[in-house]
């Protein structure tokens, strides 16, 4: 691994490092889904599964424009949210138990990218790669709608998953 020196050179590698995110969120959020007791809430996995396929090929797109390739970066961060994710669908739960725990841990995924989007849409503009900067701001928006229809999924769960504990 080479010296990170410039702006750019750092813009490039984290883009990388949301698009090993973004790949490793396609493969895990079909299991999500089908794990979801919830309509709503197994329908916004699919929602957010169709997004994340858009937003890996744009991120590939920027970095094509930059003349850079995907790499071969593993982004280590997501590996452990989507682990966690896994360890929750595994677990021996109350429906409305399991579905909020989905939800905890699809929520600390959409925080990580919010992160992480946030900070190369900076560069971007920083940078003065305006388009890039137009089309990072339009994915980071699509994950903060996320994981306010999370949030507001969870106020109905959350009170389920109680009712379901004082039976």
Avoid: W
């Avoid at 410039?6 to 999500?32: G, R, V």
């Avoid at 994340?52 to 071969?72: F, N, R, Y």
């Avoid at 388009?131 to 699509?142: A, P, T």
Wanted: overall charge negative; charged content about 30%; hydrophobic content about 40%.
């Amino acid at each position: 691994m080479s010296k990170i020196t410039t702006l750019h050179e750092l813009y490039i590698e984290q883009l990388q490092d949301l698009l090993s995110a973004e790949k490793q969120l396609i493969k895990a959020l079909p299991a999500m889904a089908n794990a979801s007791y919830d309509s709503k809430l197994k329908a916004g996995f699919e929602e957010h599964f169709a997004e994340t396929k858009v937003h890996a090929q744009t991120v590939e797109q920027i970095l094509s424009s930059h003349d850079e390739k995907p790499g071969s970066k593993k982004c280590a961060a997501m590996e452990g949210l989507i682990e966690e994710g896994k360890e929750m669908i595994s677990e021996d739960a109350e429906e409305a138990v399991k579905d909020v725990g989905l939800i905890a841990a699809a929520q600390r995924v959409e925080h990580y990218e919010i992160a992480g989007y946030g900070c190369v849409r900076t560069y971007a503009k920083i940078l003065g790669y305006e388009k890039d900067n137009v089309v990072l701001q339009g994915i980071l928006d699509q994950e903060g709608d996320t994981d306010k229809k999370l949030t507001k999924i969870a106020t109905t769960l959350n009170l389920k998953a109680e009712l379901g504990a004082t039976k």
